[in-house]
């Protein structure tokens, strides 16, 4: 989950207010596709849309909500045409919702609550409804409810400059959701009761139901948009062996936001001091230790234990599960001697030991712990991309 949303929603049950840039849409080079989100606060930022001169404009934007429930979309234009207004020439174009959170909204709070409650282990998703002010055509002529933005240094052409919105700016309003594997609304903002995201027939749940995938979902209408994008039950990394490299790979997913478990029969490798970054520390022997997981299509499994032997038998649980993605340090030798008794003695077939990615990382050359360690990161970062579509 973008940890940009988790501070929002801490912010807010905190009682501070809150701000959010979400980058609903992308097309061509921009810094950050859809889904980047930014959270801004009276002291503080979190989270990115990419960097460069539209992040300074969405976090100018966001300041300028604070203090205020407004909300507005804004397309940047990273083209050559666009360059005179921003000077970056990235190629493409986004599309950015801005949405200002009061920490006096009781709906607000709920949201965040529901927001904060939620089982990190089980799928979730946000929804937004984007719905475009009456009479805003290509900027907008009145300022979202609560706004406090002023036109950007770029300037504005009339329209925009006495709604006192950036140029391009669109007003509306906004309705967000969270919805479970279903379809199911676990909290919505504003009202509990979903009024604003779902009519009598319960058609916007069914379409929202439909939008329910790996990857952010973007899905404009004449009025507005509606989007999509995932937030827990993306996947875990099991890794089993707490060794050097282990300790280096923990740390280095966890920058990427990949939640990892790890797992050694050893104490003096497995604890919390030497993984600190860890969701779960493990110590166990490793016959049975798969015992303690339920592991899902979307997890991952690194084995990276203190032996050959016990690799093996990591392995040959680990094939026994959904993982989407098994992966095995060692040497091609090891691991043609592994695969061969797979299927000689451990009755798998060819097309199991095509599951597993060994020896694993991606090639670039890599010999230290930490260099090995990024290595695996980047192969697992092209998988979750891979996934995601």
Request: proline letters at 4%.
């Amino acid at each position: 989950m973008e940890k940009a949303l988790l501070e929002l929603a801490r912010h807010i049950q905190k009682g501070e207010d809150a701000a959010l840039a979400l980058v609903v849409d992308a097309e061509g080079s921009v810094p950050r596709g859809a889904g980047a989100t930014m959270a801004v606060f009276k002291g503080s930022v979190s989270g990115t849309v990419g960097g460069g001169a539209v992040e300074f404009a969405c976090t100018k934007a966001c300041r300028k909500l604070l203090g205020g429930a407004g909300a507005y979309t804004r397309r940047f234009d990273l083209s050559p045409a666009g360059a005179a207004e921003l000077g970056m020439v990235c190629g493409g174009r986004a599309l950015v919702l801005f949405c200002g959170f009061l920490a006096a909204d009781t709906d607000a709070q709920r949201f965040c609550g529901a927001l904060l409650a939620a089982d990190e282990n089980e799928p979730l998703w946000l929804g937004v409804r984007f719905t475009a002010a009456p009479g805003a055509g290509g900027c907008g002529t009145a300022l979202a409810s609560g706004a406090k933005a002023e036109s950007s240094a770029a300037g504005g052409d009339d329209s925009c400059e006495e709604a006192k919105l950036p140029r391009g700016a669109v007003p509306g309003g906004v309705s967000l959701l969270l919805a479970d594997e279903s379809g199911t609304f676990v909290a919505v903002m504003p009202g509990e009761n979903g009024e604003d995201l779902a009519d009598g027939s319960g058609e916007d749940a069914m379409f929202f139901g439909r939008m329910l995938s790996r990857a952010p979902y973007y899905d404009p209408y004449e009025e507005g948009f509606l989007y999509t994008q995932p937030l827990f039950g993306q996947g875990v990394v099991y890794i089993f062996g707490c060794g050097h490299v282990a300790q280096k790979l923990a740390a280095q997913l966890a920058l990427v936001d990949f939640a990892c478990v790890v797992a050694d029969d050893r104490a003096e490798f497995a604890n919390a001091e030497r993984f600190p970054t860890a969701r779960e520390v493990i110590v166990a022997p490793f016959p049975g230790v798969f015992q303690r997981f339920s592991i899902k299509k979307q997890d991952c499994i690194i084995i990276m234990t203190r032996g050959h032997l016990s690799d093996h038998g990591v392995l040959v649980d680990a094939l026994k599960t959904e993982a989407g993605y098994i992966g095995m340090i060692g040497s091609k030798r090891k691991v043609a001697a592994s695969f061969t008794r797979l299927i000689a003695k451990d009755g798998f077939t060819y097309a199991d030991t095509q599951r597993v990615t060994a020896p694993i990382g991606i090639d670039i050359g890599d010999e230290t712990p930490a260099e090995i360690a990024v290595s695996i990161t980047a192969q697992l970062i092209k998988a979750r991309a891979d996934e995601r579509g």
